[in-house]
């Protein structure tokens, strides 16, 4: 009997060290991933519902609010940037950005053939955050979200030195609307897979949403 109740003692007092599993981003990372997110989105909503500037008129409190939001969302798209290439925990920059070795170029392209099989065969690949392809495409998605926010961060520049007249200002503002576009696909189609991952393949929302450290 002793033995029996030392050995139960033992096994709890392993279960209680045992570490809990660590996440596989780290704090600032899913801190700065939360914050893009939520900006972005309300940068798209007030796109939709927001006035033109008419000059020499008080700009609107909801085209307000989109300017200087597109500024502090250029601010957290370059910091999360920066974040990518110093970060020791998360997707490696060499992983987001693959383009620029050829190892990667082709790891990704046989990711690409892999989905694509599976896509015929009306199967769902085994999901892996780290893959090639979705690594690329969540790069490639920062990517647009800084350019979306520059973009418009210059037009806003450009508007605020009254030089709305210059042959560039309506050709930085249609890239800008583009972008929005693109910005609009990539963000339903990474939430839905976000959301299928998680009820179909067990990968939380908590990983990427919770700021827990």
Known sequence: MNYS????????????KSPAPS????????????GLAILVTGQLVTS???????????PDVLLTVHEYGGLVTLVFATVF??????????????QL????????RRALSAD???HYESARKLRWPTYDER?????????????????????????FAVDLAGYREAAAFNFIL???????NLVWAYLIGHASMAVLHHFTQGQSLKEMWSLRS
């Open 5 to 16: 109740h030392d050995t139960h003692n033992s096994d709890t007092e392993v279960r209680i």
């Open 23 to 34: 996440r596989r981003h780290g704090l600032m990372t899913r801190a700065l991933h939360a």
């Open 48 to 58: 939709l519902v927001m006035p033109e500037r008419v000059p020499g008129q008080t």
């Open 81 to 94: 940037l920066f974040a990518v290439f110093f970060r020791r925990k998360g997707t490696s920059a060499g």
């Open 97 to 104: 950005f693959p383009w620029f070795s050829a190892q990667r």
């Open 112 to 114: 690409i053939r892999i």
């Open 131 to 155: 893959a090639a392809m979705p690594s690329a495409i969540h790069g490639l998605g920062l990517l647009l979200m800084f350019a979306m926010a520059s973009l418009g961060t210059i037009w």
């Open 174 to 180: 249609d890239v800008h609307k583009a972008l929005a």
